[in-house]
């Protein structure tokens, strides 16, 4: 049972674009969903999190856009930058051990 | 400055032979975390420790095992590698109480001939 779910797969967005980025999950019992980060050859790394009290954290040019009836969250990047592409992971955990389970993963390609 | 190391940082095996995957921390988190990737997937999780407490989920294949020394300390071995064991493994760590960051390493890129 596949718990978080991500689309789309990749994604090419020319600079200065809009990157956006869907997960959704099942899970009710996830309480935190962070977006992670990882270049070739790299772990990943925290980008930006999100609890579901909000509707949406700004850090930068990256926003969270959380909607909890419908169980769906979505990264959003601003002014897309080359260095942006990478691989972006959704996530969830629970509380307690917080192991993280994550979306499949998206592929971002920002063209100069 | 590095936080979660991981060595090596590229290891090749032969098939059936074992194989230990290294990861230490200097950030004394309690938890730490085993994760495989294999290529274009995401991590998925194959146990973990909340200080020597070992958890271990359900689906992760007995060839794997784990073992934690200490707090800064932790160890992938894998019995007897096949070809689908060939992947990214990535150790993981959390400060145990009230934390929500993962820390991962740069991970171990494993090639099993």
């Known amino acids: 049972q596949q718990q978080v779910k991500q689309s789309p797969q990749s994604l090419i967005v020319q600079k200065g674009g809009i990157s956006i980025i869907n997960c959704a999950y099942e899970?009710?019992?996830?309480?935190?969903f962070p977006w992670y980060q990882q270049f070739p050859g790299k772990g990943p790394a925290l980008l930006i999190a999100i609890r579901p009290d909000v509707s949406e954290k700004k850090e930068g040019r990256f926003t969270i856009s959380f909607n909890k009836s419908a169980k769906q969250f979505s990264l959003h990047i601003m002014d897309s930058q080359p260095g942006d592409s990478a691989t972006y992971f959704c996530?969830?955990?629970?509380?307690?051990?917080?192991?993280?389970?994550f979306g499949s993963g998206t592929r971002l390609q920002v063209q100069p | 400055d590095a936080m979660v190391i991981q060595n090596p940082r590229y290891q090749v095996t032969q098939f059936g032979k074992p194989v230990t995957l290294s990861c230490s921390q200097t950030l004394n988190h309690n938890v730490m975390y085993w994760y495989q990737q294999k290529s274009s997937q995401a991590p998925k999780l194959l146990f973990h420790y909340y200080d020597k407490d070992f958890n271990n989920e359900a689906d992760t294949p007995d060839n794997f095992q784990s073992r934690r020394p200490n707090t800064s300390f932790c160890f992938l071995d894998i019995r007897s590698p096949g070809l689908g064991d060939a992947a990214m493994y990535l150790c993981?760590?959390?400060?145990?109480?009230?934390?929500?960051?993962?820390?991962f390493g740069s991970g171990t890129q494993l090639s099993v001939l």
């Open positions: 996530a969830a955990s629970k509380p307690g051990r917080r192991a993280l389970t």
């Open positions: 899970n009710t019992a996830f309480d935190y």
């Open positions: 993981a760590t959390k400060q145990g109480q009230g934390g929500e960051k993962l820390f």
